[in-house]
């Protein structure tokens, strides 16, 4: 009889054993997916700030390419009283929201977009290094898939957006046979706006000023220039003179038909 009892007494130890670590596993089981819950809604929140912020950041950029556009933009900048200073004191308020620093997600700072409003100010709502290389960061972030197709392209999205945005006005071929010299050469046009491009390598682009029939390198040391004639023949000078007598020529590749008729 010992022994039955005995049995028993361990069968209903071994039981309630079994039951206690059921309910222990059900609480931690239900624990794990309290807290796999709450993970899931902070995740949801941050990516919802994240979302919110970055469409801010893209509003303002926007909103920066339309304004340094604008014909009085060279006059007023981002000058206190001046119709563009809100997109300014806006940038900085902006920044001074910590929510801002979740566009590092993102890969960018709201910094960085106040550099490049104060760099279009400076260059008079013109194209300098500054703003060619924030445009590209923002581009990048913003539109990856351009991005992405423009690799397999040029490789630039400088050039490509300038494609875009503008007409090919000529193409030539510029050598220099004393330093063995060889590059395409490009020229765009939008209105009274005027870019070159290497169109190959780094894709370096520089602002062009037509005055007649001479394109001047904007903020060039040299003074240099180019000067094209109605049949869109291209010669090369600086401010002592031509360049051909130092090697350098112009071959015409393509034309826009009829530019000067």
């Excluded at 709450?38 to 469409?55: A, G, H, P, Q, S």
């Excluded at 979740?102 to 279009?120: N, P, R």
């Excluded at 010299?181 to 020229?187: F, T, V």
């Excluded at 007649?212 to 094209?228: A, H, M, Q, R, V």
């Amino acid at each position: 009889m010992d022994t039955i009892k005995k049995l028993k007494m361990k069968k209903i130890a071994i039981l309630t054993l079994a039951v206690t670590v059921s309910l222990v596993s059900c609480q931690n089981d239900n624990k794990q997916v309290k807290e796999t819950e709450t993970i899931k809604v902070e995740e949801k929140d941050d990516n919802e700030k994240i979302e919110k912020v970055f469409r801010r950041f893209q509003d303002l950029y926007s909103e920066l390419l339309e304004i340094k556009g604008k014909p009085d933009f060279k006059n007023f900048g981002f000058g206190a009283g001046g119709p563009y200073n809100k997109w300014l004191l806006e940038v900085q308020e902006f920044k001074n929201n910590p929510d801002s620093d979740l566009l590092l997600k993102k890969g960018v700072l709201i910094g960085e977009l106040e550099q490049l409003g104060l760099a279009y100010a400076s260059s008079k709502g013109q194209e300098t290094e500054v703003t060619i290389f924030f445009n590209k960061i923002f581009s990048n972030v913003i539109s990856p898939e351009l991005t992405e197709k423009v690799e397999t392209e040029s490789g630039n999205v400088n050039y490509e957006k300038i494609k875009s945005e503008y007409m090919l006005f000529g193409k030539w071929r510029i050598t220099n046979s004393i330093v063995k010299l060889n590059y395409p050469y490009e020229i765009f046009n939008k209105g009274t706006e005027y870019i070159g491009v290497i169109s190959e390598g780094e894709y370096k682009t520089e602002i062009l000023e037509k005055k007649g029939d001479k394109y001047f390198i904007k903020e060039n040391k040299s003074g240099e220039y180019y000067l094209i004639d109605t049949k869109m023949k291209m010669s090369l000078f600086d401010k002592d003179g031509e360049l051909e007598s130092m090697g350098y020529k112009a071959v015409q590749e393509w034309r826009t038909i009829n530019y000067f008729a």
